[in-house]
């Protein structure tokens, strides 16, 4: 089955923006590239000649047109959110956790430890269960 073409067709503004935005230089590469895919698109190029000019592959192209086409600019240049996985500590946790490690450590420790603050967050039942290393995280986020 052939795969739809997608037929870009900038406005003066997009092309001025898109322009301005190669210009800036002071973007993420993936966000220039798709920047010139559009450019390059909009020129009339097939999908094969842009990733054969820009060094990307042709699935890249045909995907930047698809999100234009069937979005907007700003959709195509930017990623969309990926899934991943719920942090284990919102804002209340992470509270808890700061007020945990600045508090006295337990009877006989000098100072708290990265297990043992996990450890507390668990018996106090602020989360189910959570490992060291993202005690670890959370904590570095905080210094």
């Known amino acids: 089955m052939p795969r739809k073409t997608y037929i870009v067709d900038l406005t003066e503004k997009e092309r001025a923006c898109l322009l301005d ?32 000019a820009l060094h990307t592959g042709p699935s890249t192209v045909q995907r930047t047109r698809q999100r ?14 990926r899934p991943g996985r ?6 209340k946790g992470e509270a808890i956790l700061e007020t945990l490690a600045h508090s006295q450590p337990p009877a006989g420790r ?4 990265l297990q043992l603050l996990a450890d507390r967050l668990v018996e106090l ?18 210094a």
Do not use: C, H, M
Request: hydrophobic letters at 35%; proline letters at 1%.
């Open 21 to 52: 935005f190669i210009r800036s230089g002071k973007r993420s590469a993936r966000k220039l590239n798709r920047a010139r895919i559009l450019l390059l698109a909009d020129e009339g190029k097939a999908d094969s000649k842009v990733a054969e």
């Open 68 to 81: 234009f086409v069937e979005g907007n600019l700003e959709g195509a240049l930017n990623e969309r959110p």
């Open 86 to 91: 719920q942090k284990k500590l919102d804002e």
């Open 110 to 113: 000098k100072r708290w430890t």
């Open 125 to 142: 039942r602020v989360v189910d269960s959570i490992s060291y290393e993202t005690v670890r995280q959370e904590v570095k986020k905080k």
